[in-house]
C-alpha cells in the first residue's frame, strides 16, 4: 500500500523567512508525485507534477523537487498570502488513485 | 477555479438518513474521483468513474455508492448516515491525456 509522510505537520514562518516541507513516500512503482495547496473549507489547488528523480518544477516561490524517496517543497521568501495546508500526493502504475499524505500546515506571518 | 463544480456546498442532516452529492467534471474530463476529507484522517479516496464505469474502488463503506451518468456528471450517494461521516467530499476529473487531478471546491456535510 502506497504511503505518504510529511513534515512538519506545522510551521510558523516571518515573513520572507525560507523554509522546506518534507513529503517522504513509499510506492510500488512511482507514477507521479503531486504538490496541492489547500486553503481552509476549499478544494486543493494543484501545483506541481514531478515525474522521476532528480525533476524540479518551479513557481513563483514556490520549488518543487524530487529523490527515489522523497520530495521537497521549498518556500523561498513566504508572503503571507503563501499562508496555506501544502499536500503531497502519490500515484503508483497500479492504479490511478492519489494516495495523499496529512499535509503541512504553514502560517506565514507579517 | 478548476472547472469541476460540486453541490450543494453545505450539507446538514440527521443520523439515519440519506443525501446525494453531485459533481461536474471539467468540459472533456472523462474520470471521475470522489474522495473524503476529515481532520483526522486526510484525504482519502473513496470511488474512480471513468465514462459511467467503475474503475476503482478505495475505502468506500457499504452505505456509499456512486454512479456517472451519460452526460459525465457523478454523484456520491450516501446513506444510514453516522455522526463519523460527516467531512468534506471531493470530486476531482482528470482528462485529456493527463493525470493530473483537478478537484472541486467541495461538499461540507454534516451530521447531527
Known amino acids: 500500500e502506497d504511503q505518504v509522510t510529511q513534515s512538519p505537520e506545522a510551521l510558523r514562518l516571518q515573513e520572507g523567512e525560507s523554509s522546506s516541507l518534507n513529503c517522504s513516500y513509499t510506492?510500488?512503482?512511482?507514477?507521479?508525485l503531486f504538490w496541492y495547496r489547500q486553503d481552509p473549507g476549499k478544494g486543493p489547488e494543484f501545483l506541481f507534477t514531478l515525474y522521476s528523480a532528480g525533476e524540479e518544477k518551479e513557481k513563483e516561490r514556490l520549488k518543487a523537487t524530487l529523490t527515489k524517496k522523497e520530495s521537497f517543497l521549498h518556500i523561498t521568501a513566504p508572503k503571507p498570502e503563501d499562508s496555506a495546508t501544502y499536500l503531497c500526493a502519490v500515484r503508483d502504475y497500479g492504479n490511478n488513485r492519489l494516495a495523499f499524505g496529512k499535509g503541512n500546515q504553514v502560517v506565514v506571518i507579517p | 477555479d478548476s472547472g469541476v463544480t460540486q453541490t450543494p456546498k453545505h450539507l446538514i442532516t440527521a443520523t439515519g438518513q440519506r443525501v446525494t452529492l453531485r459533481c461536474s467534471p471539467r468540459s472533456g474530463d472523462l474520470s471521475v474521483y470522489w474522495y473524503q476529507q476529515s481532520l483526522d484522517q486526510g484525504l482519502q479516496f473513496l470511488i474512480q468513474y471513468y465514462n459511467g464505469e467503475e474503475r476503482a474502488k478505495g475505502n468506500i463503506l457499504e452505505r456509499f455508492s456512486a454512479q456517472q451518468f451519460p452526460d459525465l456528471h457523478s454523484e456520491l450517494n450516501l446513506s444510514s448516515l453516522e455522526l463519523g461521516d460527516s467531512a468534506l467530499y471531493f470530486c476531482?476529473?482528470?482528462?485529456?491525456?493527463?493525470?493530473?487531478?483537478?478537484f472541486g471546491p467541495g461538499t461540507r456535510l454534516t451530521v447531527l
Open positions: 476531482a476529473s482528470t482528462g485529456g491525456g493527463t493525470d493530473t487531478q483537478y
Open positions: 510506492v510500488s512503482g512511482l507514477r507521479g
